[in-house]
């Protein structure tokens, strides 16, 4: 089955610098990769997605990008803010296993102002 | 527009006994996903419920089951609780991989 790694596990960054979490994964089969934002005492949420014919996808100040050959995908967050700590979780799966989530252990994010 | 709700927030149970976890997926969206969140092992996928059937299941014993009404409503049945059940277990729906959005979750406690 999918086995996705995630690292770092913890981040922590001042204000207004940059944060990247990294992936791995291990099917080849997989073609959806989202990235999901969870607070304390709620579910994940949403926050961008990238499918496997696209290489970058930005959305105002988060980016991800997929390197299908090496089988890894970034979070890039700019200019970060206190509001964005949480934990980040990556995720990977495909149409075949009805988009099934595997997820990354997740890392958590601690912005200082 | 409502989004993935769960009910209830909160269940404790004793073990050995039942637990029976609810969600109403977005409206449009056919399928529906379990997860559970356990502490120190992350999220890991459960079930897949697609027009009414069973579609696809993670790595947990049979006495994780669960079913998908008419209207996509689901349900999730956790039988012979044990203490390693306690987590907190989500829910997600979908319409055809689209629109994946989760709900804020069942913390089930077993005792």
């Known amino acids: 089955g999918e086995n996705v790694e995630q690292h770092p596990s913890t981040l922590s960054v001042q204000e207004g610098d940059s944060a990247v979490i990294k992936c791995t994964y291990s099917?080849?089969?997989?073609?959806?990769f989202p990235w999901y934002k969870q607070e304390l005492g709620k579910g994940p949420q949403l926050i961008i997605d990238i499918r496997s014919n696209v290489g970058e996808k930005k959305d105002q100040r988060i980016a991800v990008t997929l390197n299908k050959t090496a089988k890894h995908f970034s979070l890039h967050i700019t200019e970060t803010q206190p509001e964005d700590s949480a934990v980040y979780f990556c995720?990977?799966?495909?149409?075949?296993?009805?988009?099934?989530?595997?997820f990354g252990k997740g890392t958590s994010l601690l912005v200082t102002p | 527009e409502a989004g993935v709700t769960q009910s209830p927030t909160h269940l404790i149970k004793t073990r050995g006994q039942q637990a029976t976890l609810r969600c109403s997926p977005i409206s449009g969206h056919t399928s529906v996903y379990w997860y559970q969140q356990a502490l120190g092992l992350g999220l890991q996928f459960l079930l897949w419920y697609d027009e009414g059937e069973e579609r696809n299941r993670g790595n947990f014993p049979p006495r994780f089951s669960g079913r998908q009404f008419p209207n996509y409503s689901s349900e999730l049945n956790v039988n012979a609780l044990e203490l390693e059940d306690s987590a907190l277990y989500l829910c997600a729906s979908s319409f055809g991989g689209n629109g994946y959005t989760f709900g804020s979750g069942t913390r089930l406690t077993v005792v």
């Open positions: 099917d080849s089969a997989s073609n959806y």
């Open positions: 995720a990977a799966s495909n149409s075949n296993s009805g988009y099934a989530l595997n």
